[in-house]
Nanobody, 121 residues
């Protein structure tokens, strides 16, 4: 069992940066993913990281702008978001699964409550 709590969302302008955090409790040897969901749209994969941080993977729309990382000593996963665009506006969720990175939301068992990111133009 693992509990996930996201933080760091907010309202920013296009071109700004924001860092999201996901605090985890319980077992920590999970692959972690960030997903996002805009109103009326599917929940899409943003980025994933293996339990040891050795492997990462990104959705095409965020490659080169977002960076996922983790600090297992303090049980936290981060999503650094740079050069934000209005189309990045969504609720961002972190999620956990017990094996390799996957891009489908249905492959993740544990979810946080989400944090809102709004990017104004």
């Amino acid at each position: 069992q693992v509990q996930l709590v996201e933080s760091g969302g907010g309202l920013v302008q296009a071109g700004d940066s924001l860092r999201l955090s996901c605090a985890t409790s319980g077992r920590t040897r999970y692959t972690m993913g960030w997903f996002r969901q805009a109103p009326g749209k599917e929940r899409d994969f943003v980025a994933g990281i293996s339990w040891d941080g050795g492997n990462t993977y990104y959705g095409d729309s965020v490659k080169g702008r977002f960076t996922i990382s983790r600090h297992n000593a303090n049980n936290t996963v981060y999503l650094q978001m740079n050069s934000l665009k209005p189309e990045d506006t969504a609720v961002y969720y972190c999620a956990a699964r017990s094996s390799a990175i996957r891009t489908s939301r249905y492959e993740y068992k544990y979810w946080g409550q989400g944090t809102q990111v709004t990017v104004s133009s």
